[in-house]
DNA sequence: TACTATGTTTAGTAATTACTAAACATAGTA
DNA sequence: TACTATGTTTAGTAATTACTAAACATAGTA
């Protein structure tokens, strides 16, 4: 059992990597945050270059996607040239962010032209014979799913307000 | 406005792959699914190679993982030596299984190792500086979000029980 | 103005992943 | 037994993505 900070750090950092990775994005992304949420001050870009071994280009993009979908913060100091960047902590304002990010998404297109199509069957239901309306149940389903994991992601972002003491307690209901 | 069917099924089709994509599964998988959810009976894998265009080498291991995850059924036919797979029109019981896979997953094995880390963190808390103590409050926020999504998966799941409507007057709560 | 310290973009490479084509395995049938 | 219809595995290719190295841009300083 490793019990000196720095390999502990390490570790964390690697997991994050790991879980970067496994949601689909760059591991690089998930390292660069994992030294940052560790780092109790401001890294600039070339300590960050040195904390996680990749180059000043690799971090100069991704830290511009964390930064986009609101996981780190830039800033800087007066009288001093370099750029600074921390990790956002509350990780609901993060969500919230990254969700209102997803809404130009090739993601949400995709669920989009869902409705969309959703749509065309219901306006043909009338016209049309048993094939058509068994689509429209099967897209319909489908469409429902969608509507129920996009009330989750709004209970998400609610959680924030709530703190999770009181979401434990509503989802007791549940049970 | 697209009005026949043949080509609102090819959208549809479209559709899943991109989503399929978007959650880092091979388009292909999005694909198999879609065809076969909007197919009113089994397919079997000469008929998926027809709708797809994928070859029998893909749509055989892409099946599979489908199947793996619970989002595709394989069944056979007596006297016909082909296999019929069928998609699972349950979401809810298709989350659950996937959820259930995850156990095993890289993504689990990272959020294990968080979960130790903060052990290990927690153990030394008692004769260790300000600087351990720093980082055992970070992980420990983090592992705390964790926590309160995976809350969220297993209301997810119970999902299935209540049905949407009920699930959309308990989020009311929440406002 | 030239120089320095910084961050960004670009062109190319390495690594990974999705997929194809074809060999292979197997169970059933003549 | 040989043959056929099926599904699987394998070796290789195409496509994509993550990343590097280095050129570039720019704001500040002497």
Redesign the pocket.
Known sequence: MTTDLPTIQQNFVESL?QIS?FW??????G?IFGVLYLSPAPL???ELVEQT????????????SLARIGLVH?STKL??????YEAETDFYAAIRSILKERQNSEFDRAIRSVRETLSILEAGAGSNGPEWQFTLERVRALQEFFDAIDSLNNAVIKLEKLGFVNVQRILGVLK
Chains 1, 2 share one sequence.
Do not use: H, N, Q
């Not at 689909?24 to 992304?29: I, R």
């Open positions: 990597s990775r689909g994005f760059p591991k690089g992304m390292a600039s870009l070339d071994g990749l180059t000043k280009g690799a971090i100069s993009t991704e830290v511009r830039r009288g001093d040239r370099k750029d600074y």
